[in-house]
């Protein structure tokens, strides 16, 4: 059983520029939702996404936009970019029916860098 | 709205010793749930232990245990016997029955020494 998967793992981008995140859920896992965890703070909640359909989000502008594919697999799209969206993006997948017990399953994050 | 306020930037135990890391949550929901997660420098998240609130006994995992105080809203974790891989980031967590997402307080630094 292969476990929750992000790409790439560090980049670096330039203020005004776009970026997309991959992540590959858990083998089975229908529910995948994102998180921004800047320096020093605990996660923050992005959006969620259930059967390719947005069920959830943050307080988080519209440039942060994403998708969530029929095998599951789930993009994070930021556009015009911001020194404050320096951070690690978290990416979490689940079974719908275990939300409730908590149990996501986390990859380990992709380090974005805005310059 | 809810929020989750970790006191404690940072701690140190001597390994085998017990240590305690606090949390206090803020809801005016009667129905929810309470996270500790676990952040190694891997920063993979790991959930550590949860519990939920209708339940009135403390959730017990191994070495983790909390004391959970519904009326105080107070949601400590205590790690039993430390191990040097106990050092990590501890996040305390909460979600209201209606959500589908946790709130995360600012975490907790623990480090245990040999």
């Known amino acids: 059983e292969t476990g929750v998967t992000q790409s790439p793992t560090h980049l670096i981008k330039t203020r005004g520029q776009q970026v997309t995140l991959r992540c590959s859920s858990q083998s089975g896992h229908n529910t995948v939702s994102w998180y921004q965890q800047a320096l020093g703070q605990g996660p923050q909640f992005i959006f969620q996404y259930y059967r390719e359909e947005e069920n959830g989000r943050g307080n988080f502008p519209p440039r942060f936009s994403g998708l969530q594919f029929p095998n599951y697999s789930s993009e994070l799209n930021v556009n015009a970019l911001e020194l404050d969206d320096s951070a690690l993006y978290l990416c979490?997948?689940?079974?719908?029916?275990?939300?409730?017990?908590?149990?996501?399953?986390f990859g380990e994050g992709s380090r974005l860098t805005v310059l | 709205a809810q929020t989750v306020t970790q006191s404690q930037p940072e701690m140190s135990v001597q390994e085998a010793e017990t240590v305690t890391l606090s949390c206090t949550y803020d809801?005016?929901?009667?129905?929810?749930?309470l996270f500790w997660y676990k952040q190694p420098p891997s920063r993979q998240m790991i959930l550590v232990i949860r519990q939920e609130a209708y339940k009135q006994q403390n959730a017990t995992e191994n070495r983790f245990s909390v004391n959970f105080q519904k009326a105080a809203k107070s949601f400590s974790l205590k790690i039993s016997d430390s191990q040097l891989g106990d050092t990590a980031m501890y996040f305390c967590a909460f979600r209201g029955r209606s959500q589908g997402n946790l709130i995360f307080g600012k975490g907790t630094k623990l480090s245990v020494k040999p």
């Open positions: 979490a997948s689940s079974l719908a029916r275990s939300l409730n017990t908590g149990e996501l399953f």
């Open positions: 809801t005016s929901e009667n129905n929810y749930y």
